[in-house]
């Protein structure tokens, strides 16, 4: 297994739950806009983060990185929107959200790491 397919499942798993709750949303005007709001953000991590995997560069790798952590921070943004207006039975959105909380726990500190290495090469 190459360095990051771990996280690349995880977030092709994550974009598979997405689309899982997002189906299980209500078919009102409400839960329409909010599905699709969601699937955007949550489904779009895992296209950013192989984008950033294929990187031209140490700054593009960075920068595509960031995407993918910006979209899974929007995709939690949902989620709590999700959960605080009730729209899903049950912790099935709890549990989600614990999973996207997770992988952007892991994306803000690869973009430290790679952050600080690109700042040490160019003060270098």
């Known amino acids: 297994m190459a360095k990051g397919d771990d996280i690349r499942e995880r977030l092709v798993n994550f974009a598979v739950l997405a689309l899982d709750l997002s189906d299980q949303l209500p078919r009102t005007p409400a839960g329409s806009h909010v599905a699709l ?12 983060y192989a984008e950033a995997r294929g990187a031209e560069s140490a700054r593009d790798f960075v ?8 979209e899974l921070n929007e995709a939690e943004v949902w989620l709590d929107v999700i959960i605080r207006k009730g729209l ?9 959200r ?9 994306l803000a500190a690869s973009v430290r790491t790679a ?5 040490r090469v160019n003060n270098a």
């Open 98 to 106: 614990d999973e996207c909380c997770a992988l952007c726990r892991i």
């Open 88 to 96: 899903l039975p049950g912790d099935k959105a709890l549990r989600v």
């Open 37 to 48: 709001q969601f699937l955007r953000s949550a489904t779009a991590a895992a296209p950013n």
């Open 115 to 119: 952050g600080s290495k690109l700042s």
């Open 63 to 70: 920068h595509k990185l960031g995407v993918a952590l910006k």
